[in-house]
């Protein structure tokens, strides 16, 4: 191969091959060839490696995808129906190199167990215990607390129960106030009030392929954008026998949560975690209604409404992203 490269230079140049300038070309590019990472090339890497777990927690198996350095301040990544931790995945790409993300399955979504809901109480509190007993067993002393959705009445019923461990609060369309309960939730209320089969037909649409598309695409700026491996994913999971049950009964035990909004309230006023709010105000779910409320709480706050949807890290990770890593830096280095 030498004898080739320097056989073209003389061909295309007329110079003499073998002066000391071309061989010190063909050598630096062998030995960028053969070069190897070093150690710290190869940390590197590995710290913005996703990686997939599973820990025993109340006989239960909880799957789990944590990311970045052992030692750096934690991010406790709570999901929201119908999805998972897989909703997280990009995000912790984004900041896995700098902090130690952590997303958990819920009981009953994504890869952690599904029991029965004759064989496990799927209850807010319940859920929250789950949560509890994961932060244990991983034994986390402090972290943020990222919540959307479901992930909000989870991780408040964590921050109430421990504040010591909260540092912080990332608010993405999670709601702690009865002003964010709008025209949505009508046949849920309706659901709550009267537990029938007749109020729970309607709820069942909200498990069908369609509803879960449009969750992530209804209020963003360009559907376009939004990867549809997100609700094919996600109706995955809905479809598994028995997890229709399982999503009918969480819709039902939601109407625990309002009841507890004045306590969490108080939880804000009292310790005043830092916080950021990072909401997609066009959420017909969790609408912007229930993002300005935090301000009247909390002294230490972040307030950004963007301008998408219901899952706002699909169309906004990267500005999310950023806006968290100018929060962490601030508040938690």
């Not at 002066?19 to 890497?45: F, H, R, Y």
């Not at 421990?162 to 993405?172: C, F, H, Y």
């Not at 109706?235 to 999503?247: A, K, S, T």
């Amino acid at each position: 191969m030498l004898k080739k490269f320097k056989t073209i230079l003389k061909a295309s140049s007329g110079l003499i091959i073998g002066s000391a300038l071309a061989i010190g070309l063909v050598q630096g590019v062998a030995q960028a060839a053969a070069q190897k990472p070093t150690p710290e090339q190869v940390i590197a890497v590995e710290e913005v490696q996703i990686l997939h777990k599973t820990i025993a927690v109340d006989g239960l198996d909880i799957f789990y995808r944590e990311v970045g350095p052992q030692e750096a301040p934690v991010i406790l990544l709570l999901h929201g129906f119908p999805t998972s931790s897989q909703m997280f995945v990009q995000l912790m790409n984004d900041l896995g190199d700098r902090y130690r993300l952590i997303a958990p399955d819920y009981p009953g979504f994504g890869n952690s167990s599904m029991p029965a809901v004759d064989a496990f109480d799927y209850t807010f509190d319940n859920l929250a215990s789950v949560v509890a007993g994961f932060v244990e067993a991983l034994e986390l002393q402090s972290y943020t607390l990222y919540v959307m959705d479901y992930g909000a009445p989870i991780g408040f019923r964590l921050a109430t129960k421990s504040p010591e461990k909260v540092s912080g609060l990332i608010v993405q369309n999670g709601n702690a106030y009865v002003e964010g309960l709008l025209e949505f939730w009508d046949p849920i209320r309706a659901y709550w009030a009267d537990r029938t089969a007749a109020n729970a037909k309607p709820l069942a649409g909200f498990l069908t392929l369609g509803v879960t598309k449009w969750q992530y695409t209804h209020g963003t700026r360009n559907p376009q954008t939004i990867d549809p491996d997100n609700w094919v994913v996600d109706q995955y999971f809905l479809d598994r026998p028995g997890n229709r049950e399982i999503q009918l009964q969480l819709f039902y035990d939601y109407g625990s949560n309002p009841p507890l909004y004045p306590a969490w309230q108080e939880y804000f006023r009292t310790y005043q975690p830092p916080t950021l709010v990072v909401w997609g105000k066009n959420d017909f779910i969790f609408p912007a209604e229930g993002a300005h409320p935090y301000k009247r709480d909390l002294e230490n706050i972040e307030f950004h409404l963007l301008d998408t949807g219901h899952f706002a890290l699909e169309e906004d990770g990267k500005v999310i992203a950023e806006e968290i890593a100018d929060f962490m830096a601030r508040n938690q280095e």
